[in-house]
Nanobody
Framework: QVQLLESGGGLAQAGGSLRLSCAAS????????MGWFRQAPGKKREIVAA????????YYAESVKGRFTISRDNAKNTVYLQMDNLKPEDTAVYYC??????????????????WGQGTQVTVSS
């Protein structure tokens, strides 16, 4: 089973930037959709951004459109999330995940699936 290891979280000021990385342990991940979800305290986990196997198609939640950019490097089995113009409401634990097909990833409504351990992002006002 593939393992996912996130990094890059931390503390940022409003208007600042952070870049998250997620490295997959299996080379086969390069053929899967990959994406980022987040969970704020007291809230359900929600999708943030996702990309298909080669980065040709992407999806963004309305709340992050124009501010976040998802990309991937299949040679490194890694997906990235560049977060710019951060807002306090972006504060959450961010999780990386994989899925067979972008549509399935976007439509995921349960916690079933392969997830990384999560990385905390805190944005101060």
């Amino acid at each position: 089973q593939v393992q996912l290891l996130e990094s890059g979280g931390g503390l940022a000021q409003a208007g600042g930037s952070l870049r998250l990385s997620c490295a997959a342990s299996a080379r086969s991940a390069s053929s899967w959709a990959m994406g980022w979800f987040r969970q704020a305290p007291g809230k359900k986990r929600e999708i943030v951004a996702a990309t298909d196997w080669n980065g040709g198609n992407t999806y963004y939640a309305e709340s992050v459109k124009g501010r976040f950019t998802i990309s991937r490097d299949n040679a490194k089995n890694t997906v990235y999330l560049q977060m710019d113009n951060l807002k306090p409401e972006d504060t959450a634990v961010y999780y990386c995940t994989v899925e067979v097909g972008l549509a399935n990833l976007i439509g995921r409504t349960t916690d079933f699936g392969t997830w990384g351990q999560g990385t905390q992002v805190t944005v101060s006002s």
